[in-house]
């Protein structure tokens, strides 16, 4: 397979949204049909590409997954990540402080279903995290407990250590936590 990953266009947008609703209707169809996080919206995904990071997989001209990473402004207004900037507060991650000044919100992750385990996953956070590191030491995301794919996804291609555990409206969580620099 032949992908390349780069950072998203704006003449990416339309692309990018139809995947996200495509994305969150998978998550709502999983057994548990719990979605905490809303669906990013055109003007949202311009305001990531533009005043944060967002970085696309792109296989003959379509986009195939993506990531994006935001401060934690962007998200502050919803309940959960509220929830989660409190438990940063409280967190390290190898003995460094993790605040809401040194790390950023990383995720989601969108990998089309037929192109995953094939490296998308890891080639796309390593651009992340090359793209951030100058500007944030760690980056954050929480991966719902029983998300066990997710999860080592996370731990061992995003190098990604568990911080905390949380629950949020009856749905368990895991807090994690990167360092920024390039793989």
């Not at 548990?32 to 696309?56: C, D, M, P, T, Y």
């Not at 080639?123 to 080592?152: C, W």
Request: charged letters at 20%; a negative charge; proline letters at 2%.
């Amino acid at each position: 397979m032949s992908f390349i990953i780069r950072k998203a266009l704006l003449t990416d947008v339309a692309a990018i949204v139809q995947l996200e609703r495509a994305h969150v209707d998978d998550e709502l169809l999983d057994s548990n049909s719990q979605l905490h996080a809303h669906s990013l919206r055109k003007g949202e995904v311009i305001q990531l590409i533009n005043q944060h990071w967002f970085i696309v997989a792109e296989e003959q001209g379509h986009i195939i997954g993506y990531v994006m990473a935001a401060k934690w402004s962007f998200f502050s207004a919803q309940p959960l990540y509220r929830h989660i900037i409190q438990k940063i507060k409280f967190a390290d991650l190898n003995g460094q402080a993790i605040s809401t000044t040194n790390s950023c919100q990383y995720g989601p992750v969108w990998i089309q279903e037929s192109k995953r385990g094939q490296g998308i996953f890891a080639a796309l956070v390593s651009e992340l995290k090359r793209q951030v590191h100058d500007t944030f030491p760690f980056m954050v995301t929480y991966v719902a407990a029983d998300n066990a794919r997710s999860l080592a996804a996370h731990k061992q291609k995003a190098a990604m250590t568990e911080i905390d555990q949380f629950s949020f409206e009856q749905r368990d969580y895991c807090l994690l936590a990167t360092s920024n620099l390039p793989d």
